[in-house]
């Protein structure tokens, strides 16, 4: 499924984005949803996913508390709200997607967006 992330820009720390991510097609609603990032030099992580029912969530324990996952079928949108940022959040934020499926690991989303970047400046 085509997935196009928008929202990330330049913030202080302490300060909130929120980041969204528009899918393609009328089956968005069967897809399990999720954001990782990428920061320089850094491997891709986890960040968040949501079930395709929106019944289940899960958040890495790095952004636990403050930042928070949720969807709009009716919109064909997921986002990724995100309060009290720290200069570490800085990354390359990639929206992800599977056919039924959701999980933590990269292998566990078929779909990926482009990436969006958000910069937290101390």
């Known amino acids: 499924v085509p997935l196009q992330a928008y929202g990330g820009g330049l913030v202080q720390a302490g300060g909130s984005l929120r980041l969204s991510c528009a899918a393609s097609g009328r089956t968005f609603s069967s897809y399990g949803m999720g954001w990782f990032r990428q920061a320089p030099g850094k491997e891709r992580e986890f960040v968040a996913a949501i079930t395709w029912s929106g019944s289940r ?23 990724l709200q995100m309060n009290s940022l720290k200069p570490e959040d800085t990354a390359v934020y990639y929206c992800v997607a599977d056919w039924r499926g959701w999980g933590t690991s990269e292998g566990d989303f078929g779909s990926w967006g482009q990436g969006t970047q958000v910069t937290v400046s101390s």
């Open 57 to 79: 969530r899960i958040t890495s324990e790095s952004v636990k508390g403050r930042f928070t996952i949720s969807r709009d079928n009716a919109k064909n949108t997921v986002s």
